[in-house]
T-cell receptor, first 112, second 115 residues
Framework: GDSVTQMEGPVTLSEEAFLTINCTYT??????LFWYVQYPGEGLQLLLK?????DKGSNKGFEATYRKETTSFHLEKGSVQVSDSAVYFC???????????FGRGTSLIVHP | NAGVMQNPRHLVRRRGQEARLRCSPM?????VYWYRQLPEEGLKFMVY????????ESGMPKERFSAEFPKEGPSILRIQQVVRGDSAAYFC?????????????FGQGTRLTVV
């Protein structure tokens, strides 16, 4: 079945540092890929998405490129802020399964 | 356009009681998913429903858990005879389509505490 693997956290960075959170997936067919963000005590919010190979999703300074050849969708941000501290989930939908499939989540902690 | 509404936000139950969690999907969405999130763990799929139909319940424990999505009204996740291990955050998500790569929209979750 479909699956998503993302790097374990927590990822701890200083403000203005560069962020990468790795995500790889396994799916049949051609899924859409997503990054969600969860702030403490809240639900998941869609951060960005990409629906086909080589698409780049971007939002609030975050970017991720759909790489079919490496089955990856790594999240990047050039300069993180304290307010970016949250848990980030990589997800896919529309591959071999009709159920949105999530990675385990990666906690990001940004220090001033 | 209201988002996905879950209630209650917090629920405390004693062991052996029943817990009922409600989810109203976004307007126009007919597909509902329930997930459970345990501390320090990711989202675990529980059940996928459309109106009046359970499509996939492969993630639901075989006993004590049930879900429904009636023709009228919210989707309900029901946990009978709760135990301490049921303490978790339960999230509902909805989408307009079950396939095709659309994103799922999440509610704020219900945090169940069993004492």
């Amino acid at each position: 079945g479909d699956s998503v693997t993302q790097m374990e956290g927590p990822v701890t960075l200083s403000e203005e540092a560069f962020l990468t959170i790795n995500c790889t997936y396994t799916a049949t067919g051609y899924p859409s890929l997503f990054w969600y963000v969860q702030y403490p005590g809240e639900g998941l919010q869609l951060l960005l998405k990409a629906t086909k190979a080589d698409d780049k999703g971007s939002n609030k300074g975050f970017e991720a490129t759909y790489r079919k050849e490496t089955t990856s969708f790594h999240l990047e941000k050039g300069s993180v802020q304290v307010s970016d501290s949250a848990v980030y989930f990589c997800a896919l939908n529309g591959g071999g399964s009709y159920i949105p499939t999530f990675g385990r989540g990666t906690s990001l902690i940004v220090h001033p | 356009n209201a988002g996905v509404m879950q209630n209650p936000r917090h629920l405390v139950r004693r062991r052996g009681q029943e817990a009922r969690l409600r989810c109203s999907p976004m307007k126009g969405h007919s597909h509902v998913y329930w997930y459970r999130q345990l501390p320090e763990e990711g989202l675990k799929f529980m059940v996928y429903l459309q109106k009046e139909n359970i499509i996939d319940e492969s993630g639901m424990p075989k006993e004590r858990f049930s879900a429904e999505f009636p023709k009228e009204g919210p989707s309900i996740l029901r946990i009978q005879q709760v135990v301490r291990g049921d303490s978790a955050a339960y999230f509902c998500a909805s989408s307009p389509l079950g396939t095709g790569g659309t994103e799922a929209f999440f509610g704020q979750g219900t945090r169940l505490t069993v004492v």
